[in-house]
């Protein structure tokens, strides 16, 4: 069996270091590209979204695809919550709209576990939809990266 090649920062995580995967972590999915997101996990991972249980890379793969096809103009912000060892917690808000144009916030939470080598072995996600105006939409950044100076979830009223 080949061994990864290593996946930075790697576990056991300090404040720095858990910053840091969150922040890729964020970057990554708000790409919208499922196969550069599924890297970042393990071939056999384990996931709990909302009710679904995606196994493995190409499940992630197949997941990803069919959500990014319903949540349109997709934007995502994460925070660390806390981290130990090889576990991070965050937090996370991300915004789209259906395709009758409804926009939605949603809310959640997602606990990470990782492997030696940096990848993501299980994500565990609770999330929860709020229906939005537009005019009640926090994030307006082009597609893509949220910018460094766009807006922090810390500094934001639910």
């Known amino acids: 069996m080949n061994t990864p090649a290593p996946r930075h920062p790697l576990p056991p995580f300090t404040e720095e270091t858990a910053r840091q995967k969150v922040q890729m972590a964020e970057d990554a999915w ?40 319903k949540e349109h103009d997709y934007r995502l912000h994460k925070t660390l919550w806390a981290f130990h060892d090889n576990r991070i917690a965050v937090r996370f808000e991300y915004e789209y709209h259906d395709e009758s144009g409804q926009w939605f916030r949603a809310h959640g939470n997602e606990n990470w576990e990782f492997d030696e080598h940096g990848y993501m072995a299980r994500r565990f996600a609770s999330i929860n939809d709020q229906p939005i105006r537009e005019e009640e939409r926090k994030f307006r950044w082009p597609q893509g990266p949220r910018p460094i100076d766009g807006p922090r979830l810390a500094d934001m009223d639910f």
């Open 30 to 69: 708000n790409s919208r590209d499922p196969e550069r997101v599924s890297l970042a996990y393990t071939p056999d991972t384990e996931w709990r979204n909302r009710a679904e249980f995606p196994r493995g890379r190409e499940q992630v793969v197949n997941f990803l695809t069919r959500k990014w096809a």
